[in-house]
Nanobody
Framework: VQLQASGGGLVQAGDSLTLSCAASGRDASNYGVGWFRQAPGKEREFVAATTWSGRNSYYADSTKGRFTVSRDNAKNTVYLQMNSLKSEDTAVYYC???????????????????WGQGTLVTVSS
């Protein structure tokens, strides 16, 4: 499975932005997809995730209520809608895919088998 994240850019605090993660490869739509981010000088952190069906979504406390993850399996694409962006949301955002993700492990990077290249989101205050 190959993943291509896109949609990053420079926005102002309070703005919205939608990231896309396009997946290709055999059975790509059968994978759960997570979003992670890494800010300069910080460790990578979990942002949000969705199951392969899209019926279940998971969020970090810091993004719950502001970010929404969704997927369109017909297009093999997962989206991360980010609203009310804050300067602390500035980071490189990565999408990752996992075949068998346990709900209690959805925020762990080790649960994912494939990673995209990342897209930079910069939020100016």
């Amino acid at each position: 499975v190959q993943l291509q994240a896109s949609g990053g850019g420079l926005v102002q605090a309070g703005d919205s932005l939608t990231l896309s993660c396009a997946a290709s490869g055999r059975d790509a739509s059968n994978y759960g997809v997570g979003w992670f981010r890494q800010a300069p000088g910080k460790e990578r952190e979990f942002v949000a995730a969705t199951t392969w069906s899209g019926r279940n979504s998971y969020y970090a406390d810091s993004t719950k209520g502001r970010f929404t993850v969704s997927r369109d399996n017909a297009k093999n694409t997962v989206y991360l809608q980010m609203n009310s962006l804050k300067s602390e949301d500035t980071a490189v955002y990565y999408c990752a895919a996992g075949r068998s993700i346990i709900s209690t492990e959805v925020s762990a990077g080790r649960s994912y088998d494939y990673w995209g290249q990342g897209t930079l989101v910069t939020v100016s205050s």
